[in-house]
């Protein structure tokens, strides 16, 4: 699964370093199931986090790659940016649920990724996996089908160090 990660995670960074600024990735390390990162250097300097499901659960034939990613971006002045990639388009104007540990948290969607609509809500959120042992994503797809994925968030708080440290963040 970490190796699969891994690749997965690289071939984002190669693509995004083919439309903007070089960047020279680096792992952080493992920690439990979640992978430290850093790309770029100075002004575009970014410290990530990522981790896939445990487990993926819809009635589905095939669906691509499926992860939570939290960033820090120091020169944007942003932190605990939480994304979901569903590996899917999701329904329009359809929201995602994440559940960390019984609280339910309430994300947008845009194409095939689901985001926090504020600050206050990515910082709850990252709060929110420091303190938990288990979050669980809901979303549907663009063709109706649900989905649910479940996060082990063990090593979440190690890795979120790992990245806090990086970037500067504290």
């Not at 990530?48 to 990613?69: C, I, N």
């Not at 996060?151 to 160090?161: K, M």
Request: charged share 20%; with cysteine.
């Amino acid at each position: 699964m970490r190796v699969r990660l891994l690749s997965i995670l690289m071939g984002i960074v190669i693509a995004a370093a083919a439309s903007g600024p070089a960047g020279a990735q680096t792992v952080l390390g493992t920690h439990g199931d979640w992978t430290a990162f850093t790309d770029g250097s100075g002004n575009s300097k970014i410290c990530y986090m990522a981790s896939q499901p445990r487990r993926e659960e819809g009635d589905y034939t095939s669906r691509g790659d499926t992860f939570v990613l939290v960033t820090h971006r120091p020169a944007e002045k942003a932190r605990d940016t939480v994304e979901v990639r569903a590996g899917y388009t999701y329904k329009e104007d359809s929201e995602v649920r994440m559940v960390i540990d019984g609280t339910t948290y309430e994300l947008f969607t845009s194409e095939g990724s689901a985001w926090a609509r504020d600050q206050q809500t990515d910082t709850a959120l990252a709060k929110a996996m420091i303190k938990g042992n288990r979050m669980v994503v809901h979303g549907t797809s663009s063709r109706g089908t649900a989905t649910k994925d479940t996060y082990s968030l063990s090593g979440f708080t190690a890795a979120y160090q790992a990245i806090s440290k990086a970037c500067g963040v504290n």
